[in-house]
């Protein structure tokens, strides 16, 4: 599997859950507004 450099884990940021690089944007935040049904684009938008 390849790895994500994207995604980054950090103790000290956002109690060590896993984020977008450089953001405080957590993973299962963009996961559970795409299965809430926002689009990609109205994320990117945002």
């Known amino acids: 599997m390849q790895n994500l450099t994207r995604i980054t884990r950090n103790p000290e940021v956002m109690g060590g859950k896993p984020c977008i690089r450089g953001m405080r944007l ?9 299965a809430s049904g926002h689009s990609a684009n109205d994320l990117l938008k945002a």
Not at 26 to 34: E, P, R
Request: hydrophobic share 80%; proline share 0%; charged share 0%.
């Open 26 to 34: 957590t993973v299962v935040a963009i996961v559970g507004l795409m």
